[in-house]
């Protein structure tokens, strides 16, 4: 791990090289909120979070020779990553192509249910994250998969556009993924896909699709930004 400090106009500052002893979740990401503290401050806060790992934040401290790292206490969750599997598969797409998702598993057998999690047609990367309902996911023996969507920001900018431009083809592939996903993991008829703001939207308009009801046993659309007509438009 390492953390690359640029300038407001771009320019490359310094590397910040992280403690291989600190426990940093794999499949990783940073919090939306970033890096806290401006340009006056003696240090900067972040929230690391993976598919199977609580949220932890870290310290960087700005004022010393040498900046340091450290982590900051957490609430105790009584949860136990290391049952959990991480796997990064490649789910073939309708027309040809292929796409990643990560999925979480347990270690103790196939699941018996599995939730499909995406966030695209904004241009964001959906990537892995902690939260309540995933842990309860796998603590119940379910899989959670984290898909990759057109519409989203994992494969550059035509990639992002082919979604944004053409929600429809967004929802082709949830259901191209949900095809894969069911014959690999077994649970076919046992997946029920979910997003949340703007992927709360993609989960309904994906519901309100006929084919989708082959593909998904349920949906769970949470805080969506429901304007249909006009997203779609």
Known sequence: WTIEAYSLQGKHLET?????????????RISRAGFTGDAQSKF????VSGGAQPEQTFRLKL????????????????????????EFVHAPMSDGTV????????????PEFMIEFDYASIGLV??????LLEALVLEHGGAIAFTQSRGGGSQGAADRAAGTDNRMQ???DI???????????????????????WGGMLTLLTAMREESEKAFAGYLSVVPAPNILNITN
Do not use: C
Not at 99 to 110: M, Q, S, T, Y
């Open 16 to 28: 910040f090289e992280l403690p291989r002893d600190l426990d940093m979740p794999a499949a990783s």
């Open 175 to 197: 259901e191209d993924y949900a095809k894969f996903l069911g014959e690999h993991y077994g649970v076919e008829d046992k997946i029920v896909f979910s997003g949340r703001s």
């Open 44 to 47: 900067t806060d972040f929230t």
């Open 126 to 131: 959906n990537t892995p994250y902690w939260s």
């Open 99 to 110: 796409r990643p998702a990560h999925v979480f598993r347990r270690d103790d057998g196939p």
């Open 63 to 86: 004022d010393t020779e040498k900046p340091t790292l450290t982590k900051l206490d957490a609430p105790e969750i009584d949860f136990d990553s290391s049952r959990v599997v991480q």
């Open 170 to 172: 967004t929802v082709d």
